[in-house]
């Protein structure tokens, strides 16, 4: 145990009549050492520093009349009989500080002067603990330093400062409110009794509390300290948009985005940021009354987005100043079936009885041009759309596939310009454009102008016979400007005149000028 050496009072008791010559002195031992028990040396001496027997019954008590606390622990003693001191065992000094004084007095014996004692110090006990000198902040941005820094004080176990100690490590960590603390370091090391940090920070927005430790010390706790975002720095997906939707219905799950710092904190204070969204990746335009949303507690909700394309999209999410985000895949199913479209039109020429060279395929949509790849079961049925008289085909119907419909055999018997019309069940249908059916090839004569009926012999026909070339299907074969035609007597026998008896077909007509009969 250290002992302090304080001042020893002596005193030396004489007769009554030298009582006011006989005072307590001071002797001390050993250095004091806050909260460690001491020893008091209190001895009477006369004038002459001479020591002298009191009397036994002396009690002598010990007060503190200068310095900081309370005197404690065994503060008196008797004198022994025929002695001259008496030594108080177990003083105690609480608190550490310099300039103490401590005065004894005499009582129940000999009549002593008090004295006091001449200053001295106390010195702190052993570190036992560390306390809070200087709180943290109690609010922070996220990523930077704390304004108002921690400042800890290393204790004994009576709460004096132990000012020697310039070795004690302290780390600061999260007490509450999870997570780790930042800064360069989370350590400090004490410089007379204080350490002090400089730059913690933490990156995660929340209410925490800071844990301060130390080998072989208890820790310490600080009051809360807010967190808040920093600056908004992103956009990310809070709720992804549904991953199926069908065309021009506004998706099932709407998207909503976080407005975050660049630590990924949501920045509730943010009521103002305006997001649009578009489509990412899959091309074409983004539907939505409107496509734009203003974030509120820091998040952005979409209510009515859709996509009127069919297809595979992501939803790009950007902000002016700020990182964008992109969704998953988006699939846009077609809606339900509305109307026909012609994808590959019939041919635009072809010949009477022959199937066009290029059939027409179809594709069932729904009412935004969509096809319903769905569609499996709609039969669509062609006919001629202007330009008179039947289609031919075996069949002129077919059935969706896929929401492709196709045809394979349709034709025109009947040389003419045609259009052709497709219709199917509850459906808008649609019309080609023009088909221009040309006659096949030529077959037979047929006569459209017949010879008169009386002649004159000698006397050329007054109507001379006119004939067509046509095609299988009785259609005038109009290319045809070859073909010779001979007149010749069929029935009555003899000799036709004229000259000549031929005449040859011009755009399949073929029409003669001087037949006769002698």
């Known amino acids: 145990m ?4 304080m001042v020893l009072l002596a005193w030396m008791v004489t007769p009554a009549v030298f009582a006011a010559a006989v005072k307590l002195d001071v002797q001390a031992i050993g250095p004091v050492v806050a909260g460690t028990p001491f020893n008091v040396e209190v001895r009477a001496a006369n004038n002459g520093n001479a020591r002298t027997a009191v009397v036994a019954t002396t009690t002598v008590t010990l007060t503190l009349t200068a310095g900081p606390g309370v005197i404690g622990g065994t503060v008196s003693g008797n ?23 401590l005065t004894a007095s005499a009582s129940g014996g000999d009549a002593l002067t008090a004295d006091p004692s001449d200053p001295f110090t106390v010195s702190p006990g052993a570190a036992t603990q560390m306390t809070i000198l200087t709180t943290p902040s109690a609010t922070a941005t996220a990523g930077a330093a704390f304004a108002q820094q921690p400042v800890l004080q290393i204790k004994d176990a009576h709460g004096n400062v132990v000012a020697g100690d310039s070795t004690t490590v302290v780390t600061a960590a999260i007490s509450t409110g999870g997570g780790t603390l930042q800064g360069t370091p989370v350590t400090a090391t004490a410089s007379s009794g204080l350490v002090t940090f400089a730059t913690l920070n933490r990156e995660v927005a929340g209410t925490i509390t800071l844990n301060f430790t130390a080998a072989g010390l208890t820790g310490a706790v600080s009051g809360d300290v807010v967190v808040s975002a920093a600056a908004a720095a992103r956009v990310t997906l809070l709720t992804a948009p549904s991953a199926t939707a069908t065309a021009g219905v506004a998706f099932g799950q709407q998207p909503a985005v976080r407005i975050e710092d660049v630590f990924g904190n949501l920045r509730l204070s943010d009521g ?5 969204a578009s489509v990412g990746t ?35 999410f950007t902000a002016s100043g700020l990182t964008g985000t ?24 072809a010949t009477a009885g022959v199937a066009f060279a290029q059939q027409p395929v179809l594709h069932v949509q729904d009412t935004f041009g969509n096809r319903v790849l769905g569609d ?3 039969v669509v049925t062609a006919s001629i759309g202007s330009g008179g008289g039947t289609l031919q085909g075996s069949p002129v119907t077919a059935t969706a596939s896929a929401g492709v419909v196709t045809f394979a055999t349709l034709n025109r018997e009947a040389a003419a310009t045609i259009t052709l019309a497709f219709a199917a069940t509850g459906l808008s249908g649609t019309t080609s454009g023009n088909v221009v059916v040309s006659a096949a090839a030529s077959v ?56 000549p008896v031929t005449a040859t077909a011009s755009a399949g007509v073929v029409t003669f000028a001087t037949l006769n009969r002698e």
């Open 444 to 499: 037979r004569l047929t006569l459209q102008t017949a010879p008169s009926a009386t002649a004159t012999a000698g006397v050329a026909f007054v109507q001379q016979p006119m004939l067509h070339v046509e095609d299988t299907f009785g259609n005038r074969v109009l290319a045809d400007s070859t073909t010779v035609v001979t007149a010749s007597i069929a029935s009555g026998g003899g000799t036709l005149q004229g000259s």
């Open 376 to 378: 499996n079961t709609t």
């Open 2 to 5: 250290l002992r302090w050496w």
């Open 282 to 316: 899959g091309g074409g335009t983004l539907q939505g009354s409107p496509v734009t949303a203003t974030a509120s507690g820091g998040i952005a909700t979409f209510a009515t987005l859709n996509r009127q394309a069919a297809g595979t999209i992501t939803l790009a």
């Open 272 to 276: 103002t940021t305006v997001v649009t």
């Open 326 to 349: 992109v969704s998953g895949d988006v699939e846009v199913s077609a809606g339900a079936a509305a109307q026909l479209a012609i994808q590959i039109a019939p041919s635009a020429t």
């Open 79 to 101: 004198i022994l009989s025929g002695d001259d001191n008496v030594i108080i065992m177990g003083v105690e000094l609480l608190t550490a500080g310099s300039g103490v004084v």
